[in-house]
């Protein structure tokens, strides 16, 4: 396996303005500036007699929206929550399937001081690096927390995690206070260790089989990568619905 090379470190390409520029982050920059694009020519083509293509994203963001309003069970909240939830639905959905293109990894600046077998890529899955998906994590979080303080104000929502009317009051709120702040690890490590895992299954398999078995692989990632999109935002919009629900009615 002479040439295989992976990294758990994201690959610097240079800095700016004295901040560090990786392959990563300049996948998720290509990644928000095509969902741009694509938001605004889908704006403009938008017509009162809609043709297929505009039925078809009409019904999904509909069926969507409906689905979290139900979750919700309140329409109002749900027009507060959809597009943060929508959002980071699309774009990990774009990051995931766009870090499986050929070019993502391969294409970079050849030195003899590069980390890729001598390249450094310029574009790289940006999930393999734990600083995107903790980056999400982070504002999943606080969206979350947000919810649950405007839903019921601070101190009754702090009522959650600081009990001291019993013993049993007192351990049950410690440990949902532990398990409020544990999900910043379970959403980050849940989407970077699927990806990364992989990329590294794909790596593996071009090594070995370079022209049949990465086929049925990559189709597998292609998979993977929709279903962990699904499940963050599912995950999400869950932990919203338990933070805006009032103690004693989970």
Not at 128 to 153: H, K, Q, R, S
């Amino acid at each position: 396996m002479e040439g295989l090379h992976v990294s758990l470190s994201a690959y610097h390409i240079g800095t700016l303005w004295g901040l560090p520029i990786t392959s990563t982050l300049l996948t998720s920059w290509t990644v928000v500036a095509l969902l741009l694009i694509s938001a605004v020519l889908i704006g403009r083509s938008l017509k009162l007699v809609p043709g297929r293509g505009q039925v078809a994203i009409e019904m999904v963001l509909t069926g969507a929206f409906d689905y979290v309003a139900d979750t919700l069970e309140n329409k109002e909240l749900a027009k507060k929550y959809f597009p943060l939830i929508m959002t980071m639905f699309l774009f990990i959905v774009a990051g995931n399937l766009i870090g499986l293109l050929p070019f993502v990894g391969p294409v970079g600046i050849h030195n003899a001081t590069g980390e890729h077998g001598g390249l450094t890529p310029l574009l790289y899955p940006m999930n393999t690096d734990l600083n995107i998906p903790l980056a999400l994590a982070i504002v999943a979080f606080i969206a979350i927390e947000f919810a649950g303080i405007t839903a019921l104000g601070v101190f009754k929502y702090a009522g959650k995690f600081l009990n001291f009317h019993s013993v049993v009051g007192f351990f049950v709120g410690l440990i949902e206070l532990i398990s409020e702040l544990a999900r910043l690890i379970t959403f980050s490590f849940r989407l970077f260790g699927n990806i990364f895992a992989g990329k590294v299954l794909l790596l593996l398999a071009l090594s070995f089989i370079p022209y049949l078995l990465p086929v049925p692989l990559l189709v597998y990632e292609v998979f993977v990568g929709v279903i962990q999109a699904i499940i963050f935002a599912l995950l999400t919009l869950f932990f919203i619905k338990i933070a805006v629900t009032p103690v004693g009615e989970h």
